[in-house]
């Protein structure tokens, strides 16, 4: 079953707007990740923010984790056409697996 | 190798056939997944291995999927008489540190698209 659930479903913007996707779950994690789907690709680890840690950048990225409301946000700023793509969050709650949620569709037009 | 390798990329079986489907992991990772992606759908976990232990299969949708990693390194997903809700992507992940020391990324592999038809 997946755990978390990303928001919005889709989202379109233009180049060089900012892109921000939540991510709601429902356990007690180790640590939450964000990761990068292209279309018919395998998925790219972007980030990965421990359960004690607030708030994480690199490069373009920003995540923030709210473990009092089970929740993270990613933020990506600048974003450019190659952005286009679908981002999932991920939680480890420490039993190795990692529980997906169901995506969200980035669409940044140039 | 320099990333998670996974072959066939692409697979159309025909109902009832049996699958077989690989895995080459990051040499050196200890860790090694298995992940089942429906279309439109996040990845759902399926088994994990830890070398050539095989620690959690929970996620394994019924007896017909069966995964081995016999020497530590390279997996088999093995699906018998397939069914059209199979249909799916098969993706592979591998991950260096073992349990206790959590907090690292899972590199992917493209995955395995198969077509029960």
């Known amino acids: 079953s997946q755990q978390g659930e990303e928001d919005p479903q889709a989202l379109s913007i233009q180049e060089g707007e900012n892109a921000t996707m939540n991510c709601s779950y429902k356990?007690?994690?180790?640590?939450l990740q964000w990761y990068r789907q292209n279309s018919g690709r395998g998925l790219v680890h972007l980030i990965l923010?421990?359960?004690?840690?607030r708030e994480k950048h690199s490069g373009r990225l920003r995540v923030t984790l709210d473990t009092s409301k089970k929740s993270s946000s990613l933020l990506i700023t600048a974003s450019r056409a190659a952005d286009t793509a679908s981002y999932f969050c991920?939680?480890?709650?420490?039993?190795?697996?990692?529980?997906f949620g169901k995506g969200m569709k980035l669409t940044v037009n140039p | 190798g320099a990333g998670v390798s996974q072959s066939p990329r692409y697979k159309v079986a025909k109902r009832g056939q049996d699958v077989a489907l690989r895995c080459d992991p990051i040499s050196g990772h200890v860790s090694l997944f298995w992940y089942q992606q429906a279309l439109g759908q996040g990845p759902e976990f399926l088994t994990y291995?830890?070398?050539?232990?095989?620690?959690?299969k929970s996620g394994l949708p019924s007896d017909r999927f069966f995964a081995e990693r016999p020497e530590g390194s390279v997996s088999t997903l093995k699906i018998q008489r397939t069914q059209q809700e199979d249909s799916a992507v098969y993706l592979c992940?591998?991950?260096?540190?073992?349990?206790?020391?959590?907090?690292?990324?899972?590199?992917f592999g493209q995955g395995t698209r198969l077509t029960v038809v």
């Open positions: 923010i421990r359960s004690n840690e």
């Open positions: 356990t007690s994690i180790n640590n």
């Open positions: 991920a939680t480890d709650d420490g039993s190795e697996k990692l529980v």
């Open positions: 992940a591998s991950s260096g540190p073992p349990t206790g020391a959590r907090n690292t990324e899972a590199f």
């Open positions: 291995f830890q070398n050539e232990a095989q620690l959690d």
